[in-house]
């Protein structure tokens, strides 16, 4: 099984700013994920981190607020762009191969004030 | 939008009991995978059931799947205070279909000591 590494585990930020959140894979993985998760509430899926091109996005989500780099199969970063306070959530990343069971990080939760 | 949906969204019981919870689902899928996740933190993976699979077991956890009915049931057995979260399931693919995991809303599971 992979483990997967987020940072931060956790943050508050000034409205305005922009967070950049890390994610780190100990093993190749085919798929990465960016998940949003409002408290109480499911996961939310941001977009999918595709290695050395664009990020596919969900309706709802823009590159321009979540930009998302994966420079390889192992590493991944989701930035929360110019932030308000209904920015405020749990951000997740996860990992999968194909057929396999997804992975995730310990998440990172964001308060903006 | 969501694929699975579980039933119930909350359930209270006394350490030693056993829990069940259902989850139900729209279209045909390749996996069904059931998570835990523990106040806010990341999901820790439990158990992945193929579609062509019936039933699973992990230690005091089994899983069932029934693709005539779109639904799956987690099963824990003798539970324990430290079973306490929220647990969510999550399906994936059918025919042509994506590999990208969707959530459900989650049950929340408090067991008392």
């Known amino acids: 099984s992979a483990v997967i590494s987020q940072k931060p585990s956790r943050d508050i930020c000034q409205r305005g700013t922009s967070l950049t959140i890390q994610c780190q894979v100990d093993s190749q993985v085919t798929m990465m994920f960016w998940y949003r998760q409002q408290p109480g509430q499911s996961l939310t899926l941001i977009a999918t981190a595709n290695q050395g091109s664009e990020a596919t996005y969900e309706s709802g989500f823009v590159i321009d607020k979540f930009p998302i780099s994966r420079p390889n199969l192992t590493f991944s970063t989701l930035t929360v762009s110019n932030m308000s306070p209904e920015d405020s959530s749990i951000y997740l990343c996860s990992g999968q191969s194909a057929g396999s069971e997804a992975f995730f990080g310990q998440g990172t939760r964001l308060t903006v004030v | 939008s969501q694929q699975g949906e579980e039933d119930p969204q909350a359930l209270s019981i006394q350490e030693g009991e056993n829990a069940t919870m259902n989850c139900s689902y729209k279209?045909?899928?390749?996996?069904l995978q059931w998570y835990r996740q523990n106040s806010g933190r990341g999901l820790v993976h439990l158990i992945l059931i193929r579609s062509n699979e019936r039933e699973k077991h992990s230690g005091r956890l089994r899983v069932t799947l029934d693709t005539s009915k779109k639904s799956s049931s987690l099963l824990i057995t003798a539970s324990r205070a430290a079973d306490t979260a929220s647990y969510f399931c999550a399906t994936d693919g059918g025919t042509g279909g994506s590999y990208i995991p969707t959530f459900g809303r989650g049950t929340s599971l408090i067991v008392h000591p």
């Open positions: 279209t045909s899928i390749n996996n």
